[in-house]
């Protein structure tokens, strides 16, 4: 994972979550790898692992049974909120890009049905 | 915690170091930045009694250093810490025998995870590998800081990988960490929080952070600004 | 106590490669001196007793008996000993310098154990001490043997039996002062040797601790050493005027070379401690 040193580590790590969640590479339920081997993983210091996880907890994201490693939420608001959230980023993101462009809608809707289309 | 507070330190007529205070708290990785000349290597060796300071004070866990606190930090110096003569086997030998601290199962998995032998010789090592011995001998002893001097200075890129990769494990976790660096970029995403020296002052101090998320600043930029001025 | 142990076990074993050589080549050399000095004079008595017709008494009367003493001739004999005593004069230095210079760096590791520094600095001062007397010994214990080769070698009529401090006496005084006669010599000598060890080491932590103004230091301080410890004999010579007795002056060179002794430790224990850089 590369990180962009502008934005707070842990804030990027939870986006990568939110991300796997919302793609169903981490399912409702499924355990995640513990602090320290995410940080060995990921490359990034415990802290800042720690600091994202609880965060995630305090989210809802995932909890933490007593004794247990941590686990990916099954609530599924919160897993529907989640694919909005991302979708919503993704979204304002374009449009931010496109606005000023300043391209007809109508066009723009055009091109993304291609595009979606054609993708798949 | 380490407390640096108003150290002050003169050399051959030059003053060094000029009113240097911070802290560095256990479980964080701290880290001296600042030019070639700026004294990052004074204050660790300051902290580590290995120079003397004018004034000021150099406070472990609200402790004054004696010959227990050996036991409690570690250093990682940029230049080789055990007699060339030695060999590898010698040299962990030695730790063995002086420091009760000293964890030879850990020293063992390190010897395998930085491929070294240990049947080399230390004068004929090269400098990475003398680089890898130091972190060695640095981290198989069970202490609360580990203060590292210039981890990456002139070391090539894989070895580089491989000692940034020590940041990340559990070797350093719940240890306090103080490291220096003048290449800031590889092991930003890794500090918790930064000392700006600049001609033996601390410029700024700052949690990165806290910095990434109220300024949207990464640690280059704080630099740019403050050694802009 | 078991870290200073550690430590003078660590200092002497570093130095124990050139120690055996020291020892070897002594033992080789002055074995090989004894049996070539030995049948030299042989020889000459050959020449000039069976040949030329000199009676014994008048060759003893101008060559001297075969004994220890002729043997300090040879420079296979006396050369060991000078190249033990250069090369610990040498080591004096070369036992603080070496951690510092060149590649190494081992005065970090030194002054980072978890011990106190009074060990680090009694250890170098015991290995000083054991590499002496092992030297020294080493030579105590060829004497005889060197002597009863000579018996072997040279027939009895022209040896003459000399007690082993005898050995350097007239040629090389100095060392008789290495070898005393009495333990009282012994211990003054030794004391005197140690006290110049100590006041040595004191030197050079000066240099270690300030550099260039360390050495400025480092030989005042000496000077000022020489002239506590003598000043006893420079009172008597000058002001006083042959005032005291000579057990008088010599319990009065006790306690200045105590002073000495005492100061150059505190002192040197007090930079190796507070002032000391790397």
Redesign the interface.
């Known amino acids: 994972m590369n990180f962009n040193n502008r934005e707070p580590v842990y804030i990027q790590v939870i986006r990568h979550f939110k991300e796997q969640m919302a793609s169903g590479n981490l399912e409702p339920g499924q355990e995640i790898q513990s602090r320290r081997e995410l940080a060995s993983k990921l490359k990034i210091n415990p802290n800042t692992v720690q600091r994202a996880y609880k965060e995630m907890e305090d989210q809802g994201l995932i909890y933490t049974e007593r004794n247990s490693p941590s686990r990916i939420t099954k609530d599924k608001q919160i897993l529907q909120e989640v694919r909005e959230e991302l979708i919503l980023q993704a979204v304002d993101s374009f449009i931010t890009s496109v606005r000023s462009i300043q391209v007809p809608l109508d066009d723009v809707l055009e091109l993304i049905k291609q595009k979606y289309q054609n993708g798949k | 915690m380490i407390e640096v507070k108003n150290i002050r330190k003169k050399y051959g007529g030059k003053t060094v170091l000029e009113d240097i205070s911070f802290t560095a708290e256990k479980g964080d990785i701290t880290c001296l930045i600042g030019l070639n000349g700026a004294g990052k290597t004074t204050i660790l060796n300051a902290i580590m009694g290995l120079t003397p300071i004018q004034s000021g004070q150099i406070l472990i866990n609200g402790e004054v250093l004696h010959k227990a606190s050996y036991e409690k930090i570690s250093y990682i110096p940029d230049t080789i810490s055990m007699s060339p003569q030695m060999k590898i086997s010698q040299g962990l030998q030695f730790m063995d025998d002086f420091y009760s601290s000293w964890n030879h199962k850990r020293a063992s998995e390190l010897l395998d995870f930085f491929s070294l032998s240990e049947n080399e010789r230390i004068s004929r090592l090269s400098k990475g590998n003398i680089a890898k011995l130091n972190i060695l001998l640095g981290l198989s002893l069970d202490v609360e800081f580990i203060i590292m001097d210039e981890p990456f200075s002139g070391i090539d890129l894989f070895s580089r990988e491989q000692i940034a990769e020590v940041f990340t494990s559990n070797l350093i976790e719940d240890r306090g960490v103080i490291i220096t660096t003048h290449e800031i970029n590889e092991i930003e995403h890794l500090i918790d929080k930064a000392i700006l020296l600049y001609d033996g002052t601390v410029l700024k101090e700052f949690c990165t952070e806290e910095t990434r998320e109220k300024e949207g600043k990464s640690v280059v930029d704080v630099m740019r600004e403050v050694y802009q001025k | 106590m078991s870290?200073y142990i550690?430590l003078v076990h660590?200092e002497f074993n570093?130095f124990s490669n050139i120690f055996f050589i020291l020892i070897g080549i002594t033992i080789v050399s002055q074995i090989i001196s004894v049996f070539t000095s030995a049948n030299n004079y042989l020889g000459n008595v050959n020449q000039m007793v069976y040949r030329e017709g000199m009676t014994k008494e008048q060759f003893i009367e101008q060559y001297d008996y075969m004994s220890l003493h002729q043997l300090t001739d040879s420079v296979w004999f006396v050369g060991p000993i000078a190249l033990c005593i250069v090369t610990l004069l040498i080591y004096l230095f070369f036992i603080w310098y070496r951690d510092w210079f060149g590649?190494?760096?081992?005065i970090?590791?030194l002054?980072?154990?978890?011990?106190?520094r009074v060990n680090l600095y009694m250890a170098k001062v015991t290995t000083i001490m054991l590499l002496v007397f092992g030297l020294v010994g080493l030579q105590l214990l060829l004497l005889p043997i060197e002597n009863m080769i000579l018996g072997i070698i040279v027939p009895s009529e022209y040896t003459m039996d000399l007690p082993v401090y005898e050995t350097f006496t007239y040629r090389y005084e100095f060392l008789v002062k290495l070898f005393p006669k009495t333990f009282m010599q012994f211990s003054v000598y030794y004391s005197v040797g140690l006290m110049g060890v100590l006041v040595l080491f004191t030197v050079i932590l000066f240099e270690r601790c300030f550099?260039w103004k360390g050495i400025a230091i480092g030989i005042i301080y000496c000077i000022l050493s020489a002239l506590v410890f003598t000043s006893p004999l420079i009172v008597q010579s000058t002001f006083l005027d042959n005032f005291f007795y000579p057990i008088e002056l010599l319990g009065l060179i006790v306690i200045t070379g105590l002073i000495v002794t005492t100061a150059s430790i505190m002192v040197s224990l007090y930079l190796l401690k507070?002032?000391?850089?790397?």
């Open positions: 870290k550690k660590f570093r590649k190494n760096s081992f970090y590791r002054l980072m154990l978890p011990t106190s550099r507070n002032k000391i850089t790397v």
